[in-house]
């Protein structure tokens, strides 16, 4: 299996900061990346895929790089509808697999 | 806009199947290239794939479960289905189906609510 690694687990920020978190495959797997962000309760929603591509909908304060096995996400100017848990994913492969996660929490 | 929403017991004895089936709005299974997967998540935990069944009917289960579980199609009633047998109190989670992109490129674009399943006596 592909191990993905997340890091930080977790984070405070406040409102208008910019955040990064960093996720890290155990193989290349080009640019099959995919990022979510989940609140509690709810399901996960698909913010960009193919590392940097923005999914339909979502604001462009999001974003992502990165290829090979190095990953990150970036919120540029943190709102309060961002706080939640975030994930990345590989599709380079199966069993699909998910990063343990980054919550961002208010500071 | 699809919509996928899933259903079943929401308890199931130790030793027993688990069962759930999930139902598609505003799509058929059979167009459009896309892999229908089945993901949990435990109370508290991250998330872990299940598996899929692709457009075509075939089938990819994760190893970690690959002998317990089976996904399959009802395409006419365009639902698909998860069984997980032999459970036990470790497979208490969140259970969410899924709508993976086209030829399994693009992320999971469209979720389920999830339903909650424990594993209990």
Redesign the interface.
């Known amino acids: 299996?592909i191990q993905m690694t997340q890091s930080p687990s977790s984070l405070s920020a406040s409102v208008g900061d910019r955040v990064t978190i960093t996720c890290q495959a155990s193989q290349d797997i080009v640019n099959?990346l995919?990022w979510?962000q989940q609140k509690p309760g709810?399901?996960?929603?698909?913010l960009i895929?193919?590392a940097s591509s923005l999914?339909t909908g979502v604001p462009s304060r999001f974003s992502g790089g990165g290829s090979g096995t190095d990953f990150t996400f970036t919120i540029s100017r943190l709102q309060p509808e961002d706080f939640a848990t975030y994930?990345c994913?590989q599709?380079d492969d199966?069993?699909?697999?998910?990063?343990?996660?980054t919550k961002v929490e208010i500071k | 806009q699809v919509q996928l929403q899933e259903s079943g017991p929401g308890l199931v004895k130790p030793s027993q199947t688990l069962s759930l089936t999930c139902t598609l709005s505003g799509a058929s299974m059979r167009n459009g290239g896309y892999f229908w997967?089945w993901i949990r998540q435990h109370p508290g935990k991250?998330?872990?794939?299940i598996?899929y069944i692709d457009y075509s009917g075939s089938t990819?289960?994760?190893?970690?479960l690959k002998s317990r579980v089976t996904i399959s199609e009802d395409t006419s009633k365009r639902r698909f289905s998860l069984r997980l047998s032999s459970v036990t109190a470790a497979d208490t989670a969140v259970y969410?189906c899924?709508r993976?992109?086209e030829d399994?490129?693009?992320?999971?674009?469209s979720?389920?609510?999830?339903t909650l399943v424990i594993v209990s006596s």
Do not use: C, I
Not at chain 1, 94 to 101: A, D, K, N, S
Not at chain 2, 60 to 64: A, E, M, Q, R
Not at chain 2, 104 to 109: E, L
């Open positions: 299996d099959y995919n979510y709810k399901a996960p929603k698909l895929y193919d999914e994930y994913q599709y199966v069993p699909r697999t998910f990063g343990q996660g | 997967s991250g998330l872990e794939w598996g990819s289960y994760n190893p970690s969410y899924a993976e992109g399994g490129q693009g992320g999971f674009d979720w389920g609510q999830g």
